[in-house]
């Protein structure tokens, strides 16, 4: 079974259109902690957010939201008045206990101008 | 700010051929990964590696696979034998304690021809 589901292979959106990327996740464990990457066409991986389990509080960054939801095991992103620069892969991931990421298959953001 | 790196950047190699991935953790981090990508897919865990020894390893990581941190600083990734599959981006991590992100190096394409 998947620990992170990343449901949308591919979104596709006009330039300042707002976009939410959905992951879902799974584990047993009470403490663990979530992430998300933006994997550029450059290849490497940039982290955007760390969240842990006890801390449910949505959190804005910029343009950048994240909606984190314990009861449905959600942890979603949402890019505000989208740019060309958001054109990417976006990874979301769990670690628990802090040991190995389970990365999810990723979503291809592409921002259209 | 202090980063993670890893070279080369790219690695081509011939079938049957060993390849040593190389990566320098940042300093002060005491657990440190290998994951791969596989052109167009998820980020993967390989192996995971702490106080010198390895803590947790995937299917992935076989016989043909081995880490060592040889010196204190480089932590190495070393494929035997290559075979057409392992042709992937490589990506070291290292992690300051549990609580934390993991800081992932900007990749080792490997191709394998």
């Known amino acids: 079974a998947q620990k992170v589901t990343q449901a949308q292979t591919e979104i596709s959106v006009v330039e300042k259109e707002d976009v939410t990327l959905d992951c879902v996740y799974e584990?047993?464990?009470?403490?663990?902690?979530l992430f998300w990457y933006k994997q550029p066409p450059s290849g490497e991986l940039v982290f955007l957010i760390r969240r842990n389990s006890f801390d449910e509080q949505n959190e804005i960054s910029g343009r950048y939201s994240w909606n984190f939801q314990k009861s449905t095991s959600s942890f979603n992103f949402t890019i505000t008045a989208s740019q060309v620069v958001d054109s990417a892969v976006y990874f979301c991931?769990?670690?628990?206990?802090?040991?190995?990421?389970?990365f999810g298959t990723g979503t291809s953001l592409t921002v259209i101008p | 700010e202090p980063e993670v790196t890893q070279t080369p950047s790219h690695q081509v190699t011939q079938m049957g051929q060993e390849v040593i991935l190389r990566c320098v953790p940042i300093?002060?981090?005491?657990?440190f990964y290998w994951y791969r990508q596989i052109l167009g897919q998820k980020v993967e865990f390989l192996v995971s590696f702490y106080n010198n020894e390895i803590s947790e390893k995937s299917e992935i990581f076989d016989d043909q696979f081995s880490v060592e941190r040889p010196d204190g600083s480089n932590f190495t990734l070393k494929i035997r034998s290559t075979k057409l599959e392992d042709s992937a981006m490589y990506f070291c991590?290292?992690?300051?304690?549990?609580?934390?992100?993991?800081?992932f190096g900007p990749g080792t394409r490997l191709t394998v021809t």
């Open positions: 300093s002060n981090h005491l657990y």
């Open positions: 991590a290292s992690l300051r304690g549990k609580a934390y992100e993991q800081y």
């Open positions: 991931a769990l670690s628990e206990a802090g040991n190995q990421f389970y």
């Open positions: 584990t047993r464990d009470t403490t663990y902690y």
